[in-house]
């Protein structure tokens, strides 16, 4: 009875390399959320997904940044030519109902460094 | 707009003492409004919720009550214990122009640290 599993747990890169961030949802779970929290400024809505659509992404920055949620495997958020200020711990959430009484269910989050 | 306010951290208080911790929320439509309790090294989990104006939310002794008529949801507990201490984080369904409600809008946190 898995919940929201997220890796890597840790990813370590250098500027300008790219990095990769897995989620895959609560089994029946068509839902998910993605939130970066950085120190001192709490949790920050970025992208909400289903299944083959971006729903919400008027969280993510215009550039770099990209999210997908296939029909098949996981959801990715990717993000191209990493800079310093891109390190933070990333969430995923998932949910089974579209908001309002929903409750996310979080993953234990990927945690960033960019050297 | 979809926004959280919540009191600042760390909030440092001793085992047995009562909590109050603070959150107000923007009224755009009529959110759910939820706390959530993040422990070192591990994602958010939900700890209680509230759908609608008069709901209490309660859990392991925490409670909040949906205030409309001050647009609040603050937690309380009577007695805090070391465990307690973890970071809590107010939140409230986004609302959107087009109807519906997706998502959550989060408060920036509030450290709690309990000392025995």
């Known amino acids: 009875n898995a919940g929201v599993m997220q890796n890597p747990r840790h990813l370590v890169r250098r500027r300008g390399q790219e990095a990769r961030l897995r989620c895959s949802p609560v089994k029946g779970h068509s839902h998910v959320y993605w939130y970066r929290q950085l120190p001192e400024e709490g949790l920050k809505f970025m992208v909400y997904l289903q299944k083959e659509n971006i729903i919400d992404e008027s969280g993510m920055p215009k550039e770099r940044f990209s999210a997908e949620f296939p029909k098949e495997g996981p959801s990715i958020l990717r993000i191209q030519q990493v800079v310093r200020g891109d390190s933070a711990a990333y969430f995923c959430a998932s949910s089974v109902l579209a908001g309002n009484t929903g409750e996310l269910f979080f993953g234990e989050g990927s945690r960033l460094t960019v050297l | ?116």
């Open chain 2, 1 to 116: 707009g979809n926004s959280v306010t919540q009191m600042e951290g760390p909030v440092t208080l001793s085992e047995e003492a009562f909590l109050t911790i603070n959150c107000t929320y923007t009224a755009t439509g009529y959110p759910s409004l939820f706390w959530y309790v993040q422990y070192p090294g591990e994602g958010l989990q939900l700890l209680l919720k509230a759908t609608k104006a008069d709901d209490k939310g309660s859990n392991k002794g925490f409670e909040a009550t949906y205030r409309k008529e001050t647009t609040s949801f603050h937690l309380e507990k009577g007695s805090v214990q070391v465990s307690d201490s973890a970071v809590y984080f107010c939140a409230r369904t986004m609302m959107y122009s087009g109807g519906g409600a997706d998502g959550l809008t989060f408060g920036k946190g509030t450290h709690l640290i309990i000392q025995p």
